[in-house]
């Protein structure tokens, strides 16, 4: 990069990008028209190519302005962590990691997954729900240093983000006490008699169990869908009906919630994939996670179903 390049002018033509106009950037920043016109041409000069153009009555960015303007949203999303990670290095050695979880993942074995960078003693972890696409949208602006989720990253060249699968857990079926004797007998086509409780379509593993329902030619009597897998374990447990959950979690959900296994499907499996910035220097507890390897306990069910919770 140049030697005159000035991450001031950047900044000006950050604001004209957003705004939609210099009129507007300089409104905003409480600056005249002709200053932040001629901060976007500096910068213009020093890049040696243009960033925006007119088109009638409007102003435009250029193919090299919304690469400009791409790589400006990555540069001042880590500008605003700077000062809270400076106060956190200065005060002690919290370790700090902002993680995304996708709302679809089975909560209980997210918890499993990150036992290891839970035992680091300067943790301070900062989780925040969501769906797929915006967090990965956080990720992008490195406001995230990680997703987990229930399925890879897209191919995406703006994303420029790599995945890894952390582990998978065959699905089995549970039911409330109320529920239990009638959907064991006949299983898996007791599915079509008893209610059934299902993860809405946001969720990876419903495109299979669809697949599998249809293979079996079982047309379920669905009770209730849920976007959230805690808020579906809520309505299992409270006698709604029987729901699938990763057969890695069913000793939890026995102890408890009640909820007794009644079948498995191991045709059926939920994944659970660590997603990060592959432009990044890796966070350091992502780089355990990454380490770690596949979750034993999640891959082989039969130790799922022989471990303490």
Same mark, same amino acid.
């Given at each position: 990069?140049?030697?005159?390049?000035?991450?001031?002018?950047?900044?000006?033509?950050?604001?004209?990008?957003?705004?939609?106009?210099?009129?507007?950037?300089?409104?905003?920043?409480?600056?005249?028209?002709?200053?932040?016109?001629?901060?976007?041409?500096?910068?213009?000069?020093?890049?040696?190519?243009?960033?925006?153009?007119?088109?009638?009555?409007?102003?435009?960015?250029?193919?090299?302005?919304?690469?400009?303007?791409?790589?400006?949203?990555?540069?001042?999303?880590?500008?605003?962590?700077?000062?809270?990670?400076?106060?956190?290095?200065?005060?002690?050695?919290?370790?700090?990691?902002?993680?995304?979880?996708?709302?679809?993942?089975?909560?209980?074995?997210?918890?499993?997954?990150?036992?290891?960078?839970?035992?680091?003693?300067?943790?301070?972890?900062?989780?925040?729900?969501?769906?797929?696409?915006?967090?990965?949208?956080?990720?992008?602006?490195?406001?995230?240093?990680?997703?987990? &989720?229930?399925? =890879? +990253?897209?191919?995406? %060249? @703006?994303?420029? /983000?790599?995945?890894?699968? #952390?582990?998978?857990?065959?699905? !089995?079926?549970?039911?409330?006490?109320?529920? &239990?004797?009638? =959907? +064991?007998?006949?299983? %898996? @086509?007791?599915? /079509?008699?008893?209610?059934? #409780?299902?993860?809405?379509?946001? !969720?990876?593993?419903?495109?299979?169990?669809?697949?599998?329902?249809?293979?079996?030619?079982?047309?379920?009597?669905? /009770?209730?869908?849920?976007?959230?897998?805690?808020?579906?374990?809520?309505?299992?447990?409270?006698?709604?009906?029987?729901?699938?959950?990763?057969?890695?979690?069913?000793?939890?959900?026995?102890?408890?919630?009640?909820?007794?296994?009644?079948?498995?499907?191991?045709?059926?499996?939920?994944?659970?994939?660590?997603?990060?910035?592959?432009?990044?220097?890796?966070?350091?507890?992502?780089?355990?996670?990454?380490?770690?390897?596949?979750?034993?306990?999640?891959?082989?069910?039969?130790?799922?179903?022989?471990?303490?919770?």
């Amino acid at each position: 990069m140049p030697q005159s390049f000035n991450y001031r002018h950047l900044y000006y033509f950050w604001v004209v990008a957003k705004e939609g106009g210099i009129a507007r950037a300089a409104q905003r920043l409480d600056m005249a028209v002709q200053t932040i016109s001629a901060q976007v041409r500096e910068l213009e000069k020093s890049l040696g190519v243009s960033l925006l153009r007119n088109e009638g009555r409007n102003l435009v960015l250029t193919d090299a302005g919304m690469a400009a303007l791409h790589e400006a949203d990555h540069i001042f999303a880590l500008g605003e962590l700077l000062p809270i990670r400076v106060r956190e290095a200065a005060v002690g050695q919290t370790l700090r990691l902002n993680l995304g979880i996708s709302d679809g993942i089975a909560k209980l074995a997210v918890h499993r997954l990150l036992r290891t960078v839970l035992e680091e003693p300067h943790l301070r972890l900062l989780c925040h729900e969501g769906e797929f696409q915006p967090l990965l949208g956080e990720l992008a602006l490195h406001k995230l240093d990680a997703v987990l &989720a229930d399925r =890879a +990253a897209p191919t995406n %060249p @703006h994303l420029r /983000a790599s995945s890894q699968l #952390l582990g998978s857990s065959a699905i !089995a079926w549970y039911a409330p006490p109320l529920w &239990a004797e009638a =959907a +064991a007998h006949q299983f %898996p @086509h007791s599915l /079509a008699v008893v209610p059934v #409780l299902l993860p809405t379509h946001h !969720a990876a593993v419903r495109a299979r169990m669809d697949h599998w329902l249809e293979q079996e030619r079982i047309r379920p009597r669905i /009770a209730g869908e849920f976007e959230d897998s805690a808020l579906l374990s809520t309505f299992a447990t409270s006698g709604m009906g029987v729901m699938p959950a990763p057969i890695s979690l069913g000793n939890h959900l026995q102890q408890t919630f009640g909820l007794v296994q009644i079948g498995a499907t191991p045709e059926v499996s939920e994944e659970f994939h660590l997603i990060y910035s592959a432009r990044k220097v890796i966070h350091p507890l992502v780089t355990r996670l990454l380490e770690t390897g596949p979750q034993e306990r999640l891959l082989n069910p039969q130790a799922a179903l022989q471990a303490p919770p």
